[in-house]
């Protein structure tokens, strides 16, 4: 079955970096675009970056863009969100997503504080 196993947050204070990773398994993931979504408290669920399969093409979201960076690993099924000079309202749980399948990892938490 599909499963996607996020890891990497954790507590970090302003203008700090975190990488998340995200193990995929139970499908092709060479040819699979992935996403990584967050959700901040009392948020809805917002889409942070998209990585393509064949070319990995990168999108951003605006409040992201030239601080996050995603990249693949389609020999060790593995996706990454590198954050580099995170701010307060980075603050969310991190999701890993399939990008057109409706399946979804764990998340895990960033916390991003003073």
């Known amino acids: 079955q599909v499963r996607l196993v996020e890891s990497g947050g954790g507590f970090v204070q302003p203008g700090g970096s975190l990488r998340l990773s995200c193990a995929a398994s139970g499908f092709t993931f060479r040819t699979s675009a992935m996403t990584w979504y967050r959700q901040a408290p009392g948020k809805e669920r917002e889409l942070v970056a998209t990585i393509s399969s064949n070319t990995g093409s990168t999108n951003y979201a605006d409040s992201v863009k030239g601080r996050f960076t995603i990249s693949r690993d389609n020999a060790k099924n593995m996706v990454y969100l590198q954050m580099n000079s995170l701010k307060p309202e980075d603050t969310a749980v991190y999701y890993c997503?399939?990008?057109?399948?409706?399946?979804w990892g764990q998340g895990t938490q960033v916390t991003v504080s003073s």
């Open positions: 997503k399939i990008r057109f399948l409706n399946y």
